[in-house]
C-alpha cells in the first residue's frame, strides 16, 4: 500500500508535540479524527508506532524511524509542488541565491536584459543552508562556497579567491602586510560549521564579527568578504598559503526550467 502523506503530517505532528490534543489543534482538525487517522496508518504500515499510558505518549522503535524518514519525506513532498507549481505557472520569476561577499549584480543585470520578461530576485543564503534552499525550490539557483554537499545537486565552478585572516583591530598580528598559516597555527580558531553540543552555531559574516572582535577566536574568510564587509574593530591581513575559496552556481539536478542554463551562461559570462 502507498504511504498517505496526509496520514504522515498527522504523525508528524504529533510525534513533535507527543500529545494528541495538541497535534489536534495545531492541524485545526478533531482529536479523535486525528487518532482515527494515526491508527489507519499503524495499520498501513503494521506497526505500531506510539506507546499510550498514562504517562502521555511515547514513540516506539517504528515511530522513531518513521519520524527521521517522515522529515525528509515531507521536505521533499513540498519542494515538489512547488516546483510543479512554478513549471505550471511559466518561467516568469527567478530566484538567485548568493553567500556573503559574491557580487552577482552583473549577472543579474545581464541575465535581466536577456528577459527582460522575467522577474529576476536576489536573496542571501549561508553555509548551513545553501544546499537546502535549493533542493526545496526557495531560491532557483545560487552561488554557494565549499564545502558543498553535493547529492541532488548540479555545480558550475565560476570562480576561486584568496582567504584573509580575519583579526581584533588590537590582535598582536594585526596590521602585518600579510601572514602565513604558520603564523596562525597557535591561534584560537573560530568553529562555526561543527560547533559542539551547547554551542550555538555561527552562520553569518555579523556573527563572526562579534566573535573575532570579542577574542573569540579569529577565521580565515574570502578576500571579497574583507572588501565589502568592514569594521574599526577588525583587522583583515592577507594569507598567500591558505587555501583558496571556490565559488560555484548551484541548482538543483532535475530542474527542467530553461532559465536555469540561461542564468549559468549569464554567470559565467560575468566572470569574464
Same mark, same amino acid.
Request: contains cysteine; aromatic residues 6%.
Given at each position: 500500500?502507498?504511504?498517505? $502523506? *496526509?496520514?504522515? %503530517?498527522?504523525?508528524?505532528?504529533?510525534?513533535?508535540?507527543?500529545?494528541?490534543? =495538541? &497535534?489536534?489543534?495545531?492541524?485545526?482538525?478533531?482529536?479523535?479524527?486525528?487518532?482515527?487517522?494515526?491508527?489507519?496508518?499503524?495499520?498501513? $504500515?503494521?506497526?505500531?508506532?506510539?506507546?499510550?499510558?498514562?504517562? #502521555?505518549?511515547?514513540?516506539?522503535?517504528?515511530?522513531?524511524?518513521?519520524?527521521?524518514?517522515?522529515?525528509?519525506?515531507?521536505?521533499?513532498?513540498?519542494?515538489?509542488?512547488?516546483?510543479?507549481? =512554478?513549471? &505550471?505557472? #511559466?518561467? %516568469? =520569476?527567478?530566484?538567485?541565491?548568493? %553567500?556573503?561577499?559574491?557580487?552577482?549584480? &552583473?549577472?543579474?543585470?545581464?541575465? #535581466?536584459?536577456?528577459?527582460?520578461?522575467?522577474?529576476?530576485?536576489?536573496?542571501?543564503?549561508?553555509?548551513? /543552508?545553501?544546499?537546502?534552499?535549493?533542493?526545496?525550490?526557495?531560491?532557483?539557483?545560487?552561488?554557494?562556497?565549499?564545502?558543498?554537499?553535493?547529492?541532488?545537486?548540479?555545480?558550475?565552478?565560476?570562480?576561486?579567491?584568496? *582567504?584573509?585572516?580575519?583579526?581584533?583591530?588590537?590582535?598582536?598580528?594585526?596590521?602585518?602586510?600579510? $601572514?602565513?598559516?604558520?603564523?596562525?597555527?597557535?591561534?584560537? =580558531?573560530?568553529?562555526?560549521?561543527?560547533?559542539?553540543?551547547?554551542?550555538?552555531?555561527?552562520?553569518?559574516?555579523?556573527?563572526?564579527?562579534?566573535?573575532?572582535?570579542?577574542?573569540?577566536?579569529?577565521?580565515?574568510?574570502?578576500?571579497?568578504?574583507?572588501?565589502?564587509?568592514?569594521?574599526?574593530?577588525?583587522?583583515?591581513?592577507?594569507?598567500?598559503?591558505?587555501?583558496? /575559496?571556490?565559488?560555484?552556481?548551484?541548482?538543483?539536478?532535475?530542474?527542467?526550467?530553461? $532559465?536555469?542554463?540561461?542564468?549559468?551562461?549569464?554567470?559565467?559570462?560575468?566572470? #569574464?
Amino acid at each position: 500500500m502507498d504511504l498517505d $502523506l *496526509r496520514k504522515v %503530517r498527522y504523525f508528524t505532528a504529533v510525534a513533535e508535540q507527543l500529545h494528541f490534543g =495538541r &497535534a489536534a489543534e495545531s492541524l485545526h482538525i478533531a482529536q479523535p479524527v486525528l487518532s482515527r487517522q494515526i491508527r489507519a496508518l499503524e495499520k498501513d $504500515l503494521d506497526a505500531a508506532l506510539f506507546v499510550r499510558d498514562s504517562h #502521555g505518549v511515547t514513540l516506539t522503535a517504528a515511530g522513531r524511524q518513521l519520524l527521521d524518514d517522515a522529515r525528509n519525506l515531507l521536505a521533499a513532498a513540498d519542494a515538489t509542488r512547488r516546483r510543479v507549481r =512554478r513549471a &505550471a505557472r #511559466g518561467p %516568469r =520569476r527567478l530566484v538567485v541565491g548568493f %553567500r556573503a561577499g559574491v557580487v552577482v549584480t &552583473a549577472a543579474l543585470r545581464a541575465f #535581466g536584459a536577456a528577459h527582460p520578461d522575467v522577474e529576476v530576485r536576489a536573496r542571501r543564503v549561508e553555509w548551513d /543552508d545553501q544546499e537546502q534552499l535549493i533542493l526545496d525550490g526557495t531560491v532557483d539557483v545560487a552561488h554557494v562556497r565549499r564545502p558543498v554537499r553535493e547529492q541532488g545537486l548540479k555545480l558550475l565552478p565560476l570562480f576561486t579567491e584568496a *582567504r584573509v585572516a580575519m583579526l581584533p583591530a588590537d590582535h598582536r598580528l594585526a596590521g602585518k602586510h600579510e $601572514l602565513s598559516l604558520a603564523d596562525l597555527v597557535d591561534e584560537p =580558531r573560530l568553529s562555526y560549521a561543527h560547533p559542539g553540543p551547547d554551542d550555538l552555531p555561527i552562520r553569518t559574516v555579523e556573527e563572526k564579527f562579534e566573535c573575532v572582535a570579542s577574542g573569540a577566536g579569529i577565521t580565515l574568510v574570502p578576500e571579497s568578504v574583507a572588501r565589502q564587509y568592514s569594521r574599526p574593530d577588525i583587522s583583515y591581513v592577507p594569507v598567500p598559503d591558505a587555501e583558496r /575559496d571556490e565559488v560555484l552556481l548551484a541548482w538543483e539536478a532535475s530542474r527542467r526550467s530553461p $532559465l536555469i542554463p540561461a542564468f549559468a551562461r549569464a554567470a559565467r559570462t560575468a566572470q #569574464g
